[in-house]
């Protein structure tokens, strides 16, 4: 597998950058693997911001977005006082599930720490159950497709999983 240079993952947009805290180590003296999905969960949402859906939207609409699979690659260890970003690249998308790809850089060592592949179900929030994306989602999703295809660099996937 080839993962991209940390240049060509700055081509996408800073989904989040935070300093990792002291709570987040374990016995072995860095980041627990926990925490990587943690800081996952506190900058995935953000590229759904990117395209206008956010927190109200999918209360508004009572859907939600559910993720149903993830294969997690670890690069270079986190320890406490890092300074990270991290970046989300969507792959492509059916009727229902959108498949991405999550960044996590260590901008204190100057190197890439983590990979997350995903896929992430549309789920109607009153039946909690997987539902057709809305229009705008929809449409959204597929800019971000297009845009994120255009970049120099492929996506280092698993090979597993698709949309």
Known sequence: ????????????????DTIIPADWEDRNGHVNVQ????????GGWVVLEEIGIDEAWFSRHQVSQFDLEHH???RAELNVGDRVTTYSRVLGRSEKTFHGMYFIVNETSGRLAATLEYITASVDM????TAPFREELAEGLDRLVEK????????????????
């Open 126 to 129: 009153n039946a909690r159950r």
């Open 1 to 16: 597998m080839i993962y991209p240079k940390i240049e060509h993952i700055r081509e996408l947009p800073v989904q989040l």
């Open 35 to 42: 925490f990587y999905l943690a800081l996952y969960e506190l």
């Open 148 to 163: 994120h295809r255009a970049l120099s660099w492929t996506a280092p996937v698993c090979g597993t999983m698709s949309p």
């Open 72 to 74: 997690l690659n670890y």
